[in-house]
């Protein structure tokens, strides 16, 4: 998505930082260089012609690196947690995570999130995230980075 409409986007948490404040310059090298990464899961577990089904399990102190999304999809917590994310508009949000809670989020044609995701809870972080692959804008390519 475009970065002059993220408040579209029902974004988890609350925003802690803007203006890319507290970024270090390694992490917006790392949002550059992941822009088009579109591995938005640590495990892809299933892919059909419609869907895209990932399982993200991040132990207290790991990240997932920047990703890009750009299908319509929603994401479950299967844990109770916190994360910190970063997100390509500047923004820095801390997110409290209650199992079962879930998000759904649709992108119009162009537009797409840009995100990391840290645990700095003390409990492991579990979600499943599903992707529509039917959507506005067309799959992104899956390559594995080094960062995920």
Known sequence: MNTDDMSDL????????????????????????????????RQ???????????????????????????????????TSGRSLQHTCDGTTRIVDYTPGETRHYTFGPGHYLLHDLENIGTTDLEFTTVEFKDGANPPLDLRPGPEH
């Open 44 to 78: 892809l577990l299933s892919e059909t012609a419609r869907v895209r089904v990932w399982s993200i399990r991040l132990a207290p102190g790991e990240r997932v690196a920047a990703h890009r999304h750009v299908l319509d999809y929603f994401w479950t917590a299967h």
């Open 10 to 41: 029902p974004l988890a948490g609350t925003l802690i930082a803007d203006g890319f404040q507290g970024w270090t310059p390694a992490l917006r090298e790392e949002f550059e260089r992941n822009a088009d990464n579109g591995q938005v899961g």
